[in-house]
């Protein structure tokens, strides 16, 4: 069974699971063996996925939203989405700084990669405009960057110009590889280290919108069924020579814009879509020939991937703030690791359960199910 409730893609879902792990596992226990599985492959890891599945499911989901209601109610959620994913961001950065405090200031430094807060008004107005930004927890800027200019490219693709998207999003790549503006990169606080090039990361975002917007008409996933085999066999090819000729001593230092994580080395964008697609095809044969629950944590945990991001962030500041202070054993990190993605696995599995969808209406159903009927009309 590939599909699910509301006809979700249950293979995409399980990828945007395991890119959650894949940034869990480097987050909180990089170096263990919890970390190798989903960091195998040279130069692909859970960012690179995360941002390419954004963008191939708003694609999807959008197109639908646009053939079955309007264009205008598909920019209505869409603009909802930015207003959600600024205040995700925001209240990571106020977590920075609330947590600031149970850390020394080397350890905060250690932990978050931010200057300490020692005026604490200036560094929360940094926070409410998303320029205080923690190690782990700096993707949603990237991600609210990317969905903003998609309120301009789905009216485009709407109209059916999608080479214009593509021939922009390629153009404005290359550019960004050629040279990088200040307006191009995103740095984790004002006069800090660059650490991502939105210019560059888009292309990823961006093909991959194009690709969900014509994902039914095409028929991808029965395409990719047919290709798996070469799919796997090629990737693995890829694997390989990427590891022995592009990672070897002698070509490695040569070859660091091909390899760039910050700019999105133009390898980076190649594997990305490469093992994506494979994995997606690996996941679909697995939900057809065995029971969903072999991949449900995947599956529960990537239908809320959005909240599964957000959660490991916070618990990148609290858990050394709160229970247990870096540095941390092999076994520590890992056991951190699991605690923390078997969170997001339970909060997933929590909001299906008791059918969770919106959380902001949430407050007024507690009011409606406590007050009288009436007293709250």
Known sequence: ??????????????????????????????????????????YMDGMSAFVLLSGLVLGIVHRRWTARFSLRYSMDRLVRRVVVLYLCQAMIGLAAVWAAHAF????????????????VGE?????????YL????NILLLYLILMALALVVIPVMARGWWPVIVGCSVALYVASQAWTADWMVITSFPGGVEIQNWAAWQVLFMLALVVGWHWDRLRVPERVDAALPVLVAVT??????VRDVIRSPKVVKQSTLLIDKVDLGVVRVIVAFLVATTLYGVFRAVLRWTRRDVLRPLVSTGSRSLDSYVIQALALLAVPAVIVARPWSPTTAMVAAVAVFATCWLWAE??????IDKLHRQPGRLVRAVLPKGRHQ
């Open 236 to 241: 693995l090819a890829v694997g390989f020579t």
């Open 350 to 355: 929590a909001r299906t359960r008791f059918r």
């Open 1 to 42: 069974m590939s599909r699910g409730p509301g006809g979700r893609d249950l293979a995409i879902d399980a990828l945007r699971g395991l890119s959650i792990w894949s940034m869990v596992s480097l987050h909180f226990a990089e170096g263990t063996w919890a970390a190798e599985p989903t960091h195998l492959f040279p």
């Open 104 to 119: 020394t200031r080397r350890q905060f430094r250690t932990v978050a990669l931010l200057p300490y807060p020692t005026d």
């Open 134 to 137: 923690p190690s782990g927890g």
């Open 123 to 131: 560094k929360i107005r940094w926070a409410l405009g998303l320029r």
